[in-house]
């Protein structure tokens, strides 16, 4: 039973360029949820997707956006990069409602140059 | 604002030794605290969670002490071994069980346990 998975595993970036992470989520599960991890800090929630749909969203500019394909699986695409962005960006999946808790993959680590 | 205040920042325990982080909150609408693990390279992956309706929660090594009229949670790793040397962060969230998202996280402790 394969977890949530993200791809790619590291990037690396230019200032003002834009970036597609891809995740996939746990089997089963319906929503995905996407997190920035700076360097030494806990993740902060960027935003939800569940059926397809933006659910929830956090403290992030819309440069900062995402979709969620039917099959569940979701990319996030930052535009206007800039050395800010660089972090861990996480992705967790949930089936939502379950109270059941959410996974995370391992992240893809992104760096702007 | 942080709403999610963890601490210590850094903690290092001999082997056998009792680890001890600990976490305050503010929202009071928090209703779900998890506790995460992570290892250099690797995804936050759940420790143990609990509910406000509850004090303690025990899952062998690993105990969550909560206090709701302090806004106060921590964890406890009794035994601690080398191999639970990570970086733990604690999380709170609104949604009774953290299936529905926006997980708000503290900056985390990382914890070293030596030979």
């Known amino acids: ?113 | 604002q942080q709403q999610v205040k963890q601490s210590p920042q850094s903690l290092i325990v001999q082997k056998g030794g009792i680890s001890i982080i600990n976490c305050a909150y503010e929202n009071t609408a928090f209703d779900y605290f998890p506790w995460y693990q992570q290892f250099p390279g690797k995804g936050p992956a759940l420790l143990i969670a609990i509910r406000p309706d509850v004090s303690e929660k025990k899952e062998g090594r690993f105990t969550i002490s909560f206090n709701k009229s302090a806004k106060q949670f921590s964890l406890h790793i009794m035994d601690s071994q080398p191999g639970d040397s990570a970086t733990y962060f604690c999380a709170a969230s609104k949604d009774y069980g953290g299936s529905q998202g926006n997980l708000i996280f503290g900056k985390g402790t990382k914890l070293s346990v030596k030979p």
């Open chain 1, 1 to 113: 039973d394969a977890g949530v998975t993200q791809s790619p595993t590291h990037l690396i970036k230019t200032r003002g360029q834009q970036v597609t992470l891809r995740c996939s989520p746990k089997s089963g599960h319906d929503t995905v949820s996407w997190y920035q991890q700076a360097l030494g800090q806990g993740p902060q929630f960027i935003f939800q997707y569940y059926e397809e749909e933006e659910r929830q969203r956090g403290n992030f500019p819309d440069r900062f956006s995402g979709h969620q394909f039917p099959n569940y699986s979701s990319e996030l695409n930052v535009n206007a990069l800039w050395l800010g962005d660089s972090a861990l960006y996480l992705c967790a999946s949930s089936s939502l409602g379950s109270n059941q808790p959410q996974h995370f993959g391992d992240g893809t680590r992104l760096s702007i140059l």
